[in-house]
């Protein structure tokens, strides 16, 4: 029981936005599963209305989506004063360098290359909150 | 008996008319002397002239000539000898006939030693003798005089001397040879007048003639006289055969000297003419000898030269008929070159040194769609880049652009430096590459396309396998676990083929890039080792590391140099049923590259696969590939990375013991872009 309330008292809030409801449903489950609160959507335009909603601590964002892409979300919400401080990973299936390179330069803390493995995801998305909670407090 | 006398008396004295000069101051003696005169039996005339005194005799002499003087001794004025003397002082040649008294003979005496020539005593015998004396006395003058004109007719120098060197007699021309007169010299020393000294002259002949009363001769050369002489001295000598002077005559042998001398010139001359010439007969017959030697070498080598020469005309003769020959080898070869250049499907095309075309041939013709009477003497018109191959545009007359590929080349053309310009027509295969690299794109674009199509289904299928095999879905039964776990596997090698295909094509066209960063391959080896435990372990092996400790940081691509690894190791362990996977990293042989070897204790490859480990999409027969799940990629996307790395990697192996990669990787930079 104790473990579960450690958890509760650190859970975190993932988005996770993809336009394919069956990976969005996987990773929720699997997420959910490990502890973590989950908020979906499926387009850019609902990834930032969530965002603004519902304020989450860290997001996975799909690259190519309806209604404005990964890059274009990842440019707007690094512009923001109030989301510039939420970790964002790629999770695309887009595996060019120039994909790559232009995600890390437009803010992006990791870039996960479709089909990942999940273990590893986990692993970096645990490290990307450790790794802001660090960043923040002497901000 | 009287004519006859008469005759004698003329030839005598040479003379009719004889000039008296009487002195005589007692006038009784002076008419007797004068009637004798005048009673002169002889056919001569006397004229007289008479003198009282001495002063008056003297006057008589200076103003007119006489032929004799008749003196009486004893007169006003003066007497006795002392009278002869101041006549003969007067004039030393003339005559005198002394009067004297009775008993005065030896007054006669005293007056003929002081200069008289004759006395007489006046007495009755003067009329027999006075005449007789005064003819005698004339007829001696005249022979004295001829003597004397006699020995100064004489050229040579003559003077007579006594035996004790005193000068007796000297002749006109001996006076005149020392610049002196007659009677300067007389009575003195002829060593004293000839040579100056007070004691004879060594050098005189004098000396021995002297001594041995024979004549003898000199040749002198007298400083004093200052012309060579030649000096013969004669004795004189009396009845008794004893020396009473000498005739010492000189002779000047100037022009005899001289003539001498030039002879003796001459000779010398001639001598050493003759010596030059013998000399030069001499160095003559030298050369002569030297001119025969030579001859003889040079027949010698004349007979080689011609043997050479004809040896060398044979080998002419054979070389020219081998020209022959070649020349029509060449007619055909150039026949030939001809038919090549002509018939070369590509364009060949002479340019100058100034740009001017030269030469086309018909393949060049056809590429500008023009003939060679119009391109001769054009400007070429590309630029002239020489040894490398160049891309060009050029217009067809009808056909439009041509793409040409041109390489020019430095030729000699006609004696001139010019430009051989290739032209290779390739605008077929320049349409045939675009066509080629458009394909190629749309490959690569299909590839990725496809690839992230298949990312996204899979990612769900892997992932939503995961959550069902790991019962986070609730609890399965063994049957359903194992044939979930079929699916696991096959996704996950879907998912390792997508990425190696996606991989592969990103290396191909060249969109990978490696990024070279300071690392330390140990260090890759050591994460490698851990990740890759777990399927070792799996399977029951060792995996073993070997490190080198000494090996220097250098720069690579961390994440592509791990993905060459994992695939290696991966496919070691794969390949591996019993034993282990060593992986070693050492220096390598020439300190410039760091080695990384993985060794298995497999079952080997044959020798005759190695060449092909590499190939894209090979995967070996027979083996268990099908139980492994490659994608038969891994070593082509290896061997490409390493390649970037300008590296190279290979394979060796034992069949039945095992099989061992190594690759190796620069230690120093190459500068070099590399190619792929």
């Known amino acids: 029981m104790s473990v579960v309330f450690k958890e509760k008292m650190q859970t975190k809030k993932i988005l996770v936005v993809d336009d394919e409801p069956d990976v969005v449903r996987i990773l929720s489950k699997s997420l959910m599963t490990d502890g973590f609160e ?12 969530k965002v603004e909603n519902e304020p989450p601590d860290l997001i996975l ?52 290359v479709k089909p990942f493995d999940y273990n590893v995801l986990l692993k970096q998305i645990k490290q990307s909150l450790k790794s802001k909670c660090k960043s923040v407090k002497p901000g | 008996m009287g004519t006859e006398t008469i005759d004698k008396t003329q030839i005598l004295t040479g003379k009719d008319l004889i000039k008296v000069l009487l002195v005589e101051d007692d006038a009784v003696d002076r008419r007797t002397v004068e009637r004798i005169l005048a009673d002169c039996p002889w056919p001569v005339e006397f004229v007289i002239e008479s003198a009282g005194s001495l002063s008056e005799a003297v006057e008589c002499l200076g103003s007119k000539r006489h032929d004799i003087v008749l003196l009486d001794l004893v007169l006003p004025d003066s007497s006795g000898v002392e009278t002869v003397q101041r006549v003969s002082e007067i004039n030393p040649h003339i005559p005198i006939i002394v009067l004297t008294g009775l008993d005065d003979e030896g007054t006669g005496l005293l007056a003929i030693e002081n200069g008289a020539t004759d006395y007489l005593i006046k007495d009755q015998s003067l009329d027999k003798i006075l005449i007789r004396t005064v003819l005698y006395a004339l007829a001696r003058k005249k022979e004295t005089e001829n003597w004397w004109r006699t020995f100064d007719a004489i050229s040579d120098l003559v003077f007579i001397q006594d035996k004790d060197f005193t000068i007796t007699k000297a002749n006109k021309a001996f006076a005149e040879a020392i610049n002196s007169k007659p009677q300067d010299i007389i009575g003195k020393k002829c060593y004293e007048v000839l040579h100056n000294t007070s004691t004879p002259w060594p050098g005189c002949p004098y000396q021995k003639t002297h001594a041995d009363m024979k004549s003898h001769t000199e040749e002198i050369n007298d400083p004093l006289i200052n012309i060579p002489l030649l000096v013969t001295t004669s004795p004189i000598l009396d009845d008794n055969g004893n020396l009473i002077g000498g ?40 050369k002569n000898e030297a001119l025969e030697k030579a001859h003889k070498e040079l027949e010698t080598r004349v007979e080689e030269r011609t043997a050479e020469l004809s040896k060398a005309n044979e080998l002419l003769k054979k070389e020219i008929a081998e020209r022959k020959q070649m020349e029509s080898y060449l007619r055909a070869s150039e026949a030939n070159l001809r038919k090549v250049i002509v018939g070369n499907p590509d364009g060949i095309v002479i340019v100058d040194k100034n740009g001017i075309v030269r030469f086309v041939n018909p393949a060049a013709e056809s590429l500008f769609g023009r003939e060679d009477k119009e391109l001769l003497g054009e400007t070429f018109g590309f630029p002239m880049v020489l040894d490398e191959t ?115 094509q990103k290396l191909e066209s060249g969109k990978m890039d490696v990024d070279m960063q ?81 060794s298995d204790t497999g079952p080997g490859i044959k020798n005759e696969d190695l060449p092909r480990l590499f190939n894209e999409f ?20 290896s061997r490409k990375i390493i390649k970037k790395h300008n590296a190279t990697i290979w394979a060796e192996s034992e069949p039945g013991k ?9 230690i120093k930079e190459r500068r070099r872009k590399p190619r792929d």
């Not at chain 1, 979906?40 to 930032?48: H, M, Q």
């Not at chain 2, 590459?433 to 289904?457: C, G, Q, V």
Request: proline share 2%.
């Open chain 1, 38 to 49: 989950v908020v979906t959507a499926y387009d850019g335009l609902e990834c930032l209305a």
């Open chain 2, 390 to 504: 160049t891309e060009v545009e050029t217009i067809h007359k009808t056909k439009g652009i041509v793409i040409v590929e041109m390489r020019m080349v430095e030729i000699d053309w006609e004696g001139e430096i010019s430009y051989l310009a290739s032209l290779h027509n390739i605008t077929e295969r320049k349409e045939a590459e675009e066509k080629m690299k458009k394909a190629m794109e749309i490959k690569s674009e299909f590839i990725s396309m496809a690839s992230h199509e298949l990312r996204t289904p899979l990612t769900a299928i892997k992932e939503g396998v995961r959550l069902v095999i790991q019962e986070q879905t609730g609890k399965l039964n063994d049957e359903q676990k194992e044939f979930l776990g079929i699916v696991k596997r096959n996704v996950e090698r879907l998912a390792r083929l997508i990425n190696d295909i996606l991989d592969f």
């Open chain 2, 518 to 598: 300071k690392n330390d391959v140990n260090e890759i080896v050591k994460e490698i080792k851990e990740t890759m435990t777990p399927l070792s372990s799996e399977k029951g092996l060792n995996l073993i590391i070997e490190l080198d400790d000494s090996i220097p940081i250098i720069k690579f691509d961390k994440d592509k140099i791990t993905q060459v690894l994992t695939n290696i190791v991966n496919n070691a362990i794969k390949f591996t049923e019993h034993g282990s996977v060593t992986i070693s990293t050492t220096k390598g042989d020439n300190d410039n590259i760091i080695q990384v070897s993985v």
């Open chain 2, 247 to 286: 005739v010492h005559i000189a002779k000047d042998v100037t022009e005899q000297k001289k003539a001498e001398k030039l002879i003796l010139d001459t000779n010398l001359q001639l001598r050493e003419t003759s010596q030059k010439l013998l000399n030069a007969k001499q160095e003559l017959e030298k």
């Open chain 2, 658 to 666: 095992g099989t061992t990669f190594h690759f190796v990787l620069p």
């Open chain 2, 618 to 637: 090979e995967q070996l027969a027979g083996g268990n590939e099908r139980k492994t799940g490659g994608s038969g990629l891994g070593l082509a996307i």
């Open chain 1, 61 to 112: 964002l799909d690259n190519i989506m309806p209604n404005m892409d990964g890059q274009a979300v990842l440019k707007k919400l690094k512009a923001s004063k109030e989301t510039e401080e939420i970790p964002i990973i790629m999770v695309t299936a887009l595996a060019d360098e120039k994909d790559i390179a232009s995600a890390q330069k437009g803010g992006a803390i990791e870039y996960v």
